[in-house]
């Protein structure tokens, strides 16, 4: 993972050099400073030794420890080439495989660390951490694939080519911040042996209505010293600071603490340092080390990072009561293991609606640290840890996340490609949805458009709106003067109209979308001319019967759903037999078939004054005896006499005055 998470505001200890050589006293210097975190350091001493190294085996574990120090660093891409070169010298356990996988996952690389990951199982197949990762890996890559609707990018004016990290807001509108950097223009003049770069300070920088970041300014030498300070966060009135601060003497480590400053404008107190460690033997300073706070929206409650005992090991999340002076009172306890892991949970983030944010690298995820949240279930519990998965999270280090009040928006820290170089604070922001609604009326039977058809929306949220159609046929509804004509999480009823056609009525629904959307369709409206029949759907009776079938009535709920678009208009509705059988009998049945739809309808509720009935026999034939005389097959006959076997409607006209509140019934069942 990034140095900088782990020590550029937080030094930590990483004990598990490898094995030891005996002999060579750089090889002993680089195992202290490997020891005592200085990792930087530990890596040209290691390969200084292997420049004086006769004994292969021992010039194979010298490899194998550099890669092991490129790794705690978080440097993936010089960790995974190491760990190769640990292979290539015939260094003797496999786990290197598992490195060389968990170094590719962390450069996004899925698809080649499961082919690692397979090949440590192979040479190691009782280690279950293999099914986990590859379990991980399949996961990271599905999230990718299917990315939240955060969006973010880097921000580009606070961030330079060194460590840019945690992201503060310091003043009650949030538009100015306060971070952590390692830029040259840091206090430190000393070069921190962990990682090789600068000691960071803490920065400030304003941020202009037109949303452009001031040069950012280094806070003043008061808060400010020859070592590290970092991760910074403020009280809800944003006059009191919390930050980290690691202590530095050349060769040794120290743990760090949580200091906090009061703050009148752009001048800071003379800070004070919170008494949150456990009462330790002399010489036992180092090994404990606490840092990234956060703060309760109350302010009564703080929550930091430390790696001091009783926890689920190590750095776990805990917590201790403020008194009103903004001090620690009461004893400090742990937040347990539905929060914390074995291994480390860091930077948290308290949310004003009591939702806990924090970074892990001990929970299955994209890549090394991962940003998490755990929901607020009591007071001071937390649960249900969630990943807050791509593009939140990626492949790299994710961290150090902060909200703007209560806006799905704020800043975090990230090594992923695109930014400067080595950690940047990126922004994340979820893009308002843009939905519109847009197509073209035509005439059903002629295809050409319809220009001034009148198209009507009304909306769930009580909006109705209207526009008619263009010399094209075309019509839109996109911006409303500033605001949007189709809004999310509502739902439309759309209509499309014009004299002497059929109304189209249709819906479309925002509810549930997660993406922009534009609405596009296509109304086609029936003309209505005098004595111009319009087919319907096959109605279905048995041979012989008027009886309506059960198919038949489905049949029937075209004719009906257009009497109730339409209410005003008049119906003949005509059924027709084929020519077989007397004039007379067909004349009767056709008259009773016909009388059997018009009475299911009037049971759907619609008014027997808006239609009649009419039967015409086989006077209407589509396709004469004759011309089925001359079909060659009895296939083609039988299906010419269905042809000639149908139910139709005409508008008579539109003069129909539909009675207060009438209105078709839906089906009973």
């Known amino acids: 993972m990034s140095m900088k998470k782990f020590l550029t505001c937080f030094t930590f200890l990483l004990i598990c050099a490898a094995g030891a050589i005996a002999q060579g006293k ?77 170094a590719l996952k962390e450069q996004g690389k899925y698809a080649e660390a499961i082919a690692a990951y397979n090949k440590y199982k192979e040479k190691n197949p009782g280690d279950m951490r293999a099914d986990a990762s590859l379990a991980s890996c399949q996961q990271a890559q599905a999230w990718k694939d299917a990315p939240s609707r955060y969006k973010v990018d880097p921000e580009v004016l606070l961030n330079s080519q060194q460590y840019d990290f945690s992201a503060a807001f310091s003043d009650k509108s949030n538009s100015d911040v306060v971070f952590a950097s390692s830029r040259s223009a840091a206090t430190g003049t000393e070069t921190d042996g962990i990682v090789g770069e600068s000691f960071t300070d803490l920065f400030s920088s304003s941020r202009d209505k037109l949303g452009k970041w001031s040069e950012p300014v280094r806070l003043p030498p008061v808060i400010n010293t020859p070592a590290h300070e970092g991760s910074a966060t403020f009280n809800s009135k944003r006059n009191i600071m919390y930050f980290t601060r690691c202590p530095h003497e050349k060769k040794k480590a120290f743990g760090c603490d949580i200091w906090m400053s009061k703050t009148v404008g752009a001048n800071y107190s003379e800070p004070v340092m919170l008494p949150l460690k456990p009462q330790q033997a002399k010489g036992d300073s180092a090994t404990v080390t606490i840092g990234h706070p956060t703060l309760s929206k109350e302010d009564d409650m703080l929550i930091f990072s430390s790696n001091m005992a009783g926890g689920q090991g190590g750095k776990d999340l805990w917590k201790v009561k403020l008194d009103n002076n903004g001090m620690p009172t009461g004893p400090v306890s742990n937040l347990g293991n539905e929060i914390n892991t ?112 009148k198209v009507e929306v009304v909306g769930t949220d009580g909006s109705n709106f209207s526009t008619l159609a263009d010399a094209n046929g075309g019509f839109s509804f996109e911006e409303d003067g500033k605001d949007r004509y189709i809004k999310e999480n509502t739902s439309y009823t759309v209509r499309a109209s014009k004299n002497q056609y059929l109304v189209v009525n249709d819906q479309i629904t925002t509810v549930g979308l997660t993406e922009s959307t534009t609405f596009v369709k296509e109304y086609l409206l029936q003309p209505v001319a005098p004595d111009k029949a319009i087919a319907l759907p096959e109605v279905l009776f048995d041979l012989g019967s008027a009886a309506l079938r059960p198919e038949g009535k489905d049949s029937l709920q075209t004719l009906y759903q257009t009497l109730v678009d339409n209410p005003t208009i008049v119906i003949e509705l005509a059924a027709h037999t084929d020519s077989r059988g007397s004039d007379k009998s067909n004349m009767t049945l056709s008259q009773n078939r016909a009388q059997s739809c018009v009475n299911y309808l009037i049971s759907r509720g619609i008014d027997p004054a808006r239609m009649v009935a009419k039967g015409y026999g086989e006077s209407r034939l589509r396709i004469t005896d004759a011309e089925i005389a001359k079909m060659a097959t009895n296939e083609e006959k039988e299906a010419a006499h269905q042809k000639n076997r149908r139910v139709e409607f005409t508008v008579k006209s539109f003069d129909y005055v539909p009675k207060a509140n009438e209105q078709g019934q839906p089906e009973s069942n």
């Not at 190294?53 to 705690?72: G, H, M, N």
């Not at 983030?349 to 970074?359: A, E, Q, T, V, W």
């Not at 790299?396 to 902060?402: E, L, R």
């Open 26 to 102: 750089q090889a002993e210097e680089a195992d202290d400073a490997f020891n005592k975190g200085f990792f930087y350091n530990a890596i040209e001493l290691y390969k200084k030794a292997y420049t004086t190294e006769k004994k292969a085996s021992d010039k194979a574990l010298l490899i194998f420890k550099v890669a092991q120090a490129y790794r705690a660093l978080g440097d993936a891409e010089n960790a995974e080439v190491w760990y190769e070169k640990a292979n290539k010298a015939q260094y003797p356990d496999p786990i290197t495989y598992y490195y060389i996988g968990e």
């Open 342 to 453: 074995p291994k480390d949970e860091m930077f948290p983030f308290l949310r004003n609606n009591g939702d806990l944010y924090f970074s892990s690298n001990g929970i299955s995820g994209m890549g090394s640290m991962d940003i998490y949240r755990a929901e607020k279930t009591g007071e001071g519990t937390w649960s249900h840890v969630e990943n807050m998965k791509y593009p939140i999270n990626s492949a790299g280090d994710d961290f150090s996340i902060v909200f703007d009040g209560d806006e799905e928006r704020g800043f975090f820290t990230s090594n992923r490609p695109g930014g400067k170089g080595e950690d940047d604070i990126w922004r994340f922001y979820v893009p308002d949805m843009v939905f519109a609604l847009q197509g073209v009326v035509k005439d059903k039977v002629t295809g050409e458009p319809l220009p001034d058809a």
